[in-house]
């Protein structure tokens, strides 16, 4: 009896299961395919390799090269500090996909909790290339900072030790709101290191590790970047993150008091298809 009453309630969870995985299979959340990119596919792993690659590259030009600079910020007579490179962390060094996955299966888009509760495990993974990058960086005597806008410092210091830096020191980790002056925008992070270091490389997942936009539009930032395109690939080096980062929240004006459905209707509005064709729709 014990063992049908068994396979009575078993069968009615795969039942509960299944009605379940069938309605999100037919509506999933709109960041699934993102994250099932960044930690399924070969392509995500090669284009963070490669952006790694490409820095180790950039870095051995930057040292020999005393007019190198790659902080905006940068003042004169900078040519004899010594050198460092700035890192961001999230999605740069260490991988937060487990928690976007959490969040899908959840059935949220974002939850400060469940942010801070995963910044506390201190068990993100780190990106693919990262740890050679910053063996090698420091095995050149080059200062590694990590500016984040994490404002849990321990765990953060104790995850980058864990898995990337075993040497790191509090100090490299810049969080926000760490001084005052620190908030969101990087920019005066990156001038207190410039004025004791040459910055040679940023490193980032999103624009404003490099330069701060505010709310711009998303036209605003493909001209920026366009201006600025002297530094991509060579001082500044991007690492792709189709999840989250400035670049969404520009497609609905930065706008957080929309509805899910409104900031979804301005995201259809950039789609762009070259079609010449005239619609009455």
Same mark, same amino acid.
């Given at each position: 009896m014990v063992h049908k009453l068994r396979l009575f309630f078993l069968s009615i969870l795969l039942v509960c299961n299944a009605v379940g995985t069938t309605a999100k299979a037919e509506n999933p959340p709109e960041m699934f395919l993102s994250v099932l990119w960044a930690q399924a596919s070969a392509e995500w792993n090669m284009a963070s390799q490669q952006a790694f690659h490409l820095a180790t590259l950039n870095l051995e030009k930057a040292l020999h090269d005393p007019s190198w600079t790659a902080a905006l910020e940068q003042q004169e007579n900078y040519h004899s500090l010594p050198p460092a490179v700035i890192v961001d962390v999230d999605e740069t060094l260490l991988d937060n996909s487990p928690l976007a996955a959490r969040l899908i299966l959840a059935e949220k888009e974002y939850d400060p909790q469940l942010w801070l509760e995963w910044v506390k495990e201190s068990s993100a993974a780190p990106m693919p290339g990262a740890v050679s990058f910053i063996r090698c960086a420091k095995e050149k &005597?080059?200062?590694?900072?990590?500016? /984040?806008? $994490? =404002?849990? =410092? @321990? +765990? /953060?210091? $104790? @995850?980058?030790?864990?898995?990337? &830096? *075993? &040497?790191? =020191? *509090? +100090?490299?980790?810049l969080c926000k709101k760490e001084r005052p002056e620190w908030g969101s925008d990087k920019t005066s992070r990156r001038a207190f290191l410039a004025e004791k270091f040459r910055i040679l490389l940023l490193i980032g997942d999103d624009y404003n590790d490099f330069a701060f936009l505010g709310k711009s539009s998303p036209e605003e930032r493909i001209g920026k970047a366009v201006k600025q395109k002297k530094y991509w690939g060579k001082k500044w080096i991007l690492i792709s993150n189709p999840v989250h980062g400035s670049w969404k929240t520009a497609l609905y004006g930065h706008d957080y008091s929309l509805t899910g459905e409104e900031k979804l209707k301005r995201k259809y509005q950039l789609l762009r298809t070259n079609d010449q064709t005239k619609s009455d729709h």
């Open positions: &005597d080059v200062a590694v900072f990590y500016v /984040t806008n $994490r =404002k849990v =410092k @321990n +765990e /953060t210091v $104790r @995850n980058i030790k864990n898995v990337i &830096d *075993p &040497d790191v =020191k *509090p +100090e490299q980790v």
